[in-house]
């Protein structure tokens, strides 16, 4: 069952009842303003760091569900409703919601008046727009209200939801002409206030929530909507809102159109005030002079469109199946792109109080993205890397606000500082520019430890290269990529974090997935070293990979597949005396990318064992059999009932490395198989059960062992998302960005005729037509560039700003 279809023309997803399974959303914004928004238009804004600077508020857990966000009510003589439906939820009849790049539009209907509401952030402004546009399609004359309604936050997140003997005597507000102005703690240390505008002046607003809903009253029932209307009351203390009261006359067929903002604005401190105790609005006016008019919020609505356009230009498709293109074209990175804003802070299953920026998770989210936007990925890699710590370990996370390591967590999360080296690898080879190695990166965040960039994917070679385990493999720490595989944490009591508890090392606990990473991570620094002529430093490196090759090959093989660890007495995880967890996939995947045991037929066997154990019609679980009881030596992954997330849930995020790891065996119709069973779009078809978004991927779908097994949760903000981009753009489509220009190496379904890309690289674009006349999976027989044939697989880089015709003949 579906509860919409996609519009690829208009690169939207089209929602056709605001009672989809869950609110399904969209993100505004794509530089320091953001705003969630679902499909009902509920949701928060926030500016750059969702926890230390959010504007407005919402309830996670709330019942009704989404009642927080961008409404707008319009009241029609006793008829009061929503054109989102939420929250009044009076019956409409019409309702479209359409989820484009960076802008939504929601459009409902009753009784003859149709209100549309379009939201979107434009470039290079720190606010979110709306535009409301109410229409009388009735054959009368209409006289209606028009309320726009918004809560603001205090701030701080995380204060704002707890520190309440506080934050109901802090509020403060100013309202002048068509502008509420809510400057919390602006009176003492903030220089920074938010900003709710309406184009015309209203009839009425109020800033106190009690008036507004009443006492007692709720966003599905606000007192002055219902009521008499807008009282005019000032906020002082309790919760600061912005509510506006606009009274309409429409004549048969009339329009009319109001556009509201919400702005962010900072004032240097010597410019906070324009009189004692009165905000300096300067900047706030300069911000609604720029986008108010309606002429202004269209530019800024086709701005974006072509700010879009060019980033998704740089890589599409034209296969013939539309639902591939669809994914490939618009969905997929679109969310490499939310995924390169939001990290994992904010989306509706993560709160924006917790984990803002992961040190691995933006690594590998480079993955998705640096096709796209190649300078703001280079600037993300220095920031990461600015969180290094001197011996090459790393802040787990840290604040986008800040920039600072996230000291809760800490670090000893022994996987992290080789995605560095993932990330930096992914970003030379689109750019080629190796100047990004001399760049001086502090470490810790202190200047004084600053060294080359070159420098700090040493120490994370090092640090891997000096923390082996009795059988010579990685030291797992807290967690390797598995968050959940806390093997030196043994926690007995309730409420100790699985992440923080336990020491961040013991000199057993060993982690295979590690040792398959260091394989794949540590060639890549070792070509590194040989581009920057540091032949000896190669070689070494060289040598610890394979002595780490074999130490993989030995003491990580289980006879059928890779093993997953060892604990902290020296005992297996995930081989076949185990009692419950004897198979994961993490290791199938990462050592079979790596190369490991290609030759020996090992890599082969081990992506059969997947395929017999882990198989599932809506993707590859994570383990089998799923942990039924506690593990204290395992930690957190036996804390999760069976067959949800880490315990044996289908965790999308590695489900591509096997996908990876088929092609790197040759098996396109199998890769291709894996993708399309977790890839939204396919999975559209059972909306219902799926439950969340079909446009974009959820971290996790229900194992087998879940009652709710194909029920996915945690959409967008997850590494699936480059992953998949990473694995379907070059390891099935085939086209890879390589040091020295672009590699051509498909593995597709032996059924394919062949289909086209285009793709920007380095400064010329490449248009590439594959045909597959001997329907193989792969193998590149000939390549003409510009008509000429090229010998080998590599399409040199052209860097001439021009575009150039490839023809690529497997076989
Ligand atoms: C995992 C969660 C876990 C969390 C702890 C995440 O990476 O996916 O299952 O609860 O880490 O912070
Ligand atoms: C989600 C986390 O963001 C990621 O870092 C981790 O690798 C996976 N969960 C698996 O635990």
Redesign the pocket.
Known sequence: MQFGHFDDARREYVITTPRTPLPWINYLGSERFFTLLSNTAGGYSFYLDARLRRLTRYRYNNAPLDSEGFHIYVKDGESVWNPGWQPVQADLDSYVCRHGLGYTVIEGAKGGVRAEQTLFVPLGGDCLLMRLRVTNESGAEKRLSVFPYIEFCLWDAMDDSSNFQRNFSTGEVEIEGAAIYHKTEYRERRDHYAVFWADRVPDGFDTAREKFLGTYGSPARPAAVFGAGCTGSVAHGWQPIAAQQFDLTLAPGASETIIFGLGYVENPREEKWEAPGVVNKTRAREMAARCASPAQFDAALEALAAYWDGLLGRYQVSSGEEKLDRMVNIWNQYQCMVTFNMS?SASYFESGMG?GM?F??SCQDLLGFVHMIPERARARILDIAATQFPDGSAYHQYQPLTKKGNLDVGSGFNDDPLWLIAGVDAYLRETGDFGILDEIVPFDNDESLSQPLLEHLRRSFRFTKTHLGPHGLPLIGRAD????LNLNCFSEHPGESFQITGPSEGPVAESVFIGGMFVKYGRAWAAICRRVGLMEEADEAEAAVSRMEQAVLTAGWDGAWFRRAYDAFGQVVGGKECEEGQIFIEPQGMCVMAGIGKDSGQAAQALESVKERLDTKYGIVLLQPAYTRYHLELGEISSYPPGYK?NAGI?C?NNPWIIAAETVVGHGDRAFDLYSRIAPAWREEISDLHKMEPYVYS?MIAGKDAKNFGQAKNSWL??TAAWNFYVISQYILGVKPDWDGLKIDPCIPAGWDGYKISRSFRNAVYDIRIENPGHVCRGVKRVTADGREISGNVLPVFSDGRTHEVVVTLG
């Open positions: 994992r984990r992961g691995r998770d990529w598995n968050d959940c880490e965790f995020h971290q997850t590494g």
